[in-house]
């Protein structure tokens, strides 16, 4: 077990890792360099502190030791001379930090725009952002992906040069560029957080995942406390998560109408339904607090039946006007489902011509089955819940979906 002073740096690393990086990215504008020196420095603080105590400022003194670790490299590389301002500099700063330790300026913003920078692919993308601002070690996140660590760290490698070549500015972006930009942050947010919340394979749910997405948000709506979709999106992803512990039973999965609402995180929901409401006040609402509304609706029910189903159908056509898309599409016809009818919904449903999109969408199958099964065409909803089954990325679900299976009156698949 580890001892008290480790799980002390542990917590420091994991809270404050990313604005410590940070810092250092910004000196450096090498971020492959600047996470090698914390990690020395870290190391360092593991040899040092549980013999000379714990000090009263430890994220200085991580910063001062790694700006020193930086010198060192410097002062050893072959193009030293080249960076003589440079090392100039970080003397100055580590002089600095040691006779007075200051505040910790926040870098984090420009770190989280260079690691969703569009030149990476969404998987690096999604990598380099967890372990530069959330700290998680490359094997926490080779785990999440189901990858081996020595291919995330090929990858994360990748990554960190394909920024350095590129001679990215350390910067935010500019005001004309800024909403094209956070779109693309926030799409990497929200997708740690959907492998959280609904994961690709493995267990039906990851909490790490989602609590470090939720981490994530938190930090983006302190940095750019104006921004409705900020809000809206960190709104989203906490009424998902309050719902998370009543998803699963005894290591069954439990659909929304059959949760036990009193299993659901309250806090979660107050402050998501809050910051749905500063979202909505904040003008013509987007994406991510559309469908954050959407689900402030369900947390609000006091039973599956009193839902508003009808405001949640106008809600996705909203949605739909901002963001065609057949996914929201299908989700619009469940709801639909249950404020017209499941005949009226399966009716829309086949005419849309979703099912040539969404042929390799598990939830599609899933929704066909039920609205098939609704409407007394017993035979069709059969083949659709086995092809529910096959594609269904949890035990969990497969368990669920064979047992709905099985009430139509087939034993086994």
């Known amino acids: 077990m580890p001892s008290p002073i480790d799980q002390q740096i542990n917590r420091l690393i994991r809270e404050d890792w990313g604005r410590l990086l940070s810092v250092l990215v910004a000196g450096c504008r090498d971020m492959s360099l600047a996470e090698e020196c914390l990690q020395e420095a870290t190391l360092a603080a593991l040899q040092n502190w549980p013999r000379s105590g714990v000090p009263d400022s430890p994220d200085a003194w991580l910063l001062t030791a790694a700006r020193r670790k930086m010198i060192d490299q410097f002062r050893r590389s072959q193009t030293a001379q080249d960076k003589a301002e440079q090392l100039a500099l970080w003397v100055e700063q ?16 420009e770190l989280i725009f260079i690691c969703c920078h569009p030149i990476l692919d969404d998987k690096s993308r999604i990598a380099l952002t967890l372990r530069a601002l959330g700290g998680l070690t490359t094997d926490e996140i080779a785990a999440a992906f189901l990858d081996k660590p020595a291919t995330m760290a090929a990858r994360l490698t990748r990554a960190k040069k394909k920024i350095q070549s590129a001679n990215l500015p350390f910067l935010a972006p500019e005001p004309e560029d800024l909403p094209a ?143 065609a898309n057949p996914v929201i599409f299908l989700n619009q016809m469940v709801a639909l489902s249950y404020a017209a009818g499941a005949s009226h919904a399966l009716e829309q449903l086949e005419a849309s011509g979703a099912g040539e999109h969404l042929r390799d969408y598990q939830p599609f199958h899933s929704c066909r089955a039920d609205l098939l099964s609704r409407t007394g065409q017993i035979d069709a909803a059969r083949q659709a819940y086995v092809k529910a089954i096959e594609m269904a990325p949890s035990d969990e679900e497969k368990a669920f979906l064979t047992a709905r299976l099985s009430a139509l009156g087939v034993s086994e698949v």
């Open 94 to 109: 580590t002089q600095a930090e040691e006779a007075e330790p200051a505040t910790l300026p926040d870098h984090r913003l």
């Open 181 to 323: 930009r956070i779109d693309g942050v926030l799409k990497v947010v929200y997708l740690i957080f959907n492998e959280g919340y609904r994961a690709t394979s493995g267990p039906l749910t990851r909490g790490d995942l989602a609590s470090e997405a939720i981490r994530l948000g938190r930090i983006l709506s302190g940095l750019m406390p104006d921004h409705a979709e900020i809000k809206g999106l960190l709104a989203l992803m906490l009424l998902g998560e309050s719902r998370r512990l009543a998803r699963t039973e005894n290591g069954h999965f439990v659909p929304l109408e059959e949760q036990n609402r009193a299993r659901w995180d309250r806090a979660k929901i107050d402050e998501g339904t809050g910051l749905v409401q500063q979202a909505l006040s904040m003008g013509s609402p987007g994406p991510y607090a559309i469908q954050a509304a959407i689900s402030a609706l369900h947390a609000q029910a006091a039973d599956f039946a009193a839902t508003d189903w009808r405001q949640i159908v106008a809600l996705y056509e909203l949605l739909l006007s901002r963001q």
